[in-house]
């Protein structure tokens, strides 16, 4: 029915629920054959892991999918839980970054009360004129991206897929996975000499993301969980703290990477609401857009007649992890 080979594999463990796209490529996602979701409560403590475990497995089996089906599967961490920073460093090479980790991490992430972190980091690429990062040394040096996350955390996205049968090969952070996302939809030269943002509305808060390929990035809680029903009482409320947190975090961004924002993308369940975007714009003065993490490839991008949606943003950007361009 479908190949394997090249195929690849994104689920995205919510605090709502669990979606998963899978599709195919070996060096770009080039095609979509499935995307499904499975409910389940993520807040309540009790037998949790076995719970997501469960609704993993139910997932799996509605789709028709079996293990070997998968392919390469990416996971993610939560990002209220991750430190996660963009800096500057003296020209350094990936090996050199590998071995000055935990040193460097000490010094620009906030570890003090992180039980057992595991560290990542990435070279981004030279610096240059236009990124403006919180240090500014005479000779240009290195754009680099420092993370962190509880290892429990980690551990414990591993042992729900683990209750699947299936070994990630890939546990990504939940910012990081989205602006792929994003980024791949976007034109070459878009995100260049502005930043962009990346409003993700999800089912317990929201975030937004906002980042430019020339450097800088920054993630932030903007919001509370969204009202179900858009016309009810709570949704003025919970539009006055978006958009007061949206201008907070963006008049923070000009100040330390001195971008503008070109554009808000807005993504994840609670984005459909309608009117919500609408009122943010106003309310705002920006353009804001509602992004649909496969647009770009079009007919591809539905599963049985239907768009692959902004509430799959997260399960797009980790299936999108292998296509050798992430941020």
């Keep these: 029915m479908f190949h394997t080979r090249n195929a690849r594999t ?58 070997a089906q998968l392919g390469r599967v990416a996971v993610s961490v939560g990002w209220k839980e991750i430190a996660l920073r963009e800096t500057e460093l003296p020209p350094i090479t990936p090996a050199e970054l590998a071995r000055a980790l935990p040193f460097e991490a000490r010094n620009h992430l906030e570890l003090d009360n992180m039980e057992s972190p595991v560290l990542a980091g990435q070279v981004l690429g030279a610096a240059t004129a236009t990124a403006v990062l919180e240090t500014a040394p005479a000779a240009a040096g290195s754009r680099v991206l420092m993370a962190a996350v509880p ?130 714009a106003a309310s705002t003065g920006r353009r804001f857009e509602l992004f649909l993490p496969l647009a770009g490839l079009g007919a591809r991008g539905e599963i049985d007649g239907r768009p692959v949606g902004p509430e799959y943003l997260m399960a797009c950007g980790l299936c999108r992890w292998w296509d050798g361009a992430h941020v």
């Design 151 to 280: 290892r429990v955390r980690r551990d414990w996205v591993v042992e729900v897929l683990a209750q699947a049968g299936l070994e990630p090969e890939v546990v990504d952070l939940e910012p990081l996975a989205a602006l792929n996302a994003l980024f791949a939809e976007l034109p070459p030269q878009a995100a260049v000499d502005e930043a962009v943002g990346l409003l993700d509305v999800g089912g317990r808060h929201a975030a937004l993301h906002l980042a430019s390929r020339c450097g800088g990035l920054l993630t932030r809680t903007v919001g509370p969980d969204a009202p179900a029903d858009p016309a009810s009482p709570q949704e003025n409320g919970f539009r006055m703290k978006l958009s007061a947190g949206i201008e907070q975090t963006i008049t923070f961004y000009r100040g330390r990477y001195r971008q503008e924002i070109a554009a808000i993308h807005a993504a994840g369940g609670g984005a459909l609401a309608a009117g919500r975007l609408e009122a943010l």
């Design 10 to 67: 994104g689920i995205d463990i919510g605090s709502t629920g669990i979606k998963l796209v899978r599709g195919e490529g070996r060096t770009a996602l080039a095609s979509v054959t499935h995307a499904g979701t499975e409910a389940w409560d993520g807040v309540d403590r009790e037998h949790r892991t076995e719970r997501a475990g469960a609704a993993l497995r139910e997932l799996l089996r509605k789709q028709g999918l079996g293990r």
